[in-house]
């Protein structure tokens, strides 16, 4: 049977009560519930006493060893930069975290492998993607420099990096999403954009009075 998972956060709010004990759950402390919203208890009064939390960040780890343990509990913190929850690790019964290095001992060879391969997949897809992408900003722009359309695109899957895995045709890449990108660029390295700032001009002003610079660009590249 799959193991049951509860998450726990080490919360941010600052009337939670434990509806076991009642005692009041202080700020940063864990509250075992299905979210803030939710009735939970305090850590003494859940099933986790003993459990042992296992940080994030081996896939295989965090998987096996929830398989082995009778209950997983999922640890969030509240990030205020970024304004969310993040996962912490979970917490696991020891046995179970022991069980899940010997399987990870075991098989870590072909693990490394099928993740090598993976790797290979990946970074051949993102060119794949770049060279797609550059195809549909030469299609929408056709008086754009020589090679320019590489340039852009390379940029653009930086800034987006999150895409990573998507493979796209040329004709997918919506107008819309072309012309953002070939306008970052325009903006950068065909306008004085870059040079205005530092001299108490705010980010808004300066965008404002390169843009008939940047449309002008922008119609010669397209017809
Ligand atoms: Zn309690």
Redesign the pocket.
């Known amino acids: 049977m799959a193991t049951t998972s509860q998450n726990i956060f080490l919360t941010k709010k600052e009337k939670l009560r ?1 509806i ?2 009642g ?1 009041r759950i202080l700020v940063g402390k864990s509250f075992v519930a299905e979210s803030e919203k939710h009735k939970g ?2 850590f ?2 859940s099933p986790f006493g003993g459990y042992v939390l296992l940080p994030p960040g081996d896939a295989a780890m965090t998987r096996r060893s929830k398989k082995h343990s009778t209950l997983c509990g999922v640890v969030w913190a509240w990030n205020q930069r970024r304004k969310r929850y993040e996962r912490q690790g979970q917490l696991v019964e020891e046995i179970a975290i022991e069980k899940a290095k010997i399987e990870c001992e075991k098989d870590q060879g072909i693990r490394a492998e099928k993740n090598r391969k993976a790797a290979i997949v990946r970074e051949q897809q993102d060119k794949e993607y770049i060279i797609n992408f550059a195809i549909a900003i030469r299609r929408r722009y056709p008086n754009c420099p020589v090679k320019r359309e590489f340039d852009i695109a390379k940029h653009a899957c930086e800034k987006y990096s999150g895409r990573v895995g998507r493979t796209a045709n040329a004709k997918e890449f919506d107008d819309k999403m072309i012309d953002l990108a070939v306008e970052a660029h325009i903006r950068h390295a065909e306008t004085n954009y870059d040079d205005q700032f530092g001299k108490g001009k705010r980010k808004k002003e300066i965008r404002k009075e390169v843009r008939s610079d940047i449309n002008q660009v922008l119609k010669h590249w397209k017809k």
Do not use: A, F, L, N
């Open positions: 434990c076991q004990c005692k208890t305090c003494s009064c």
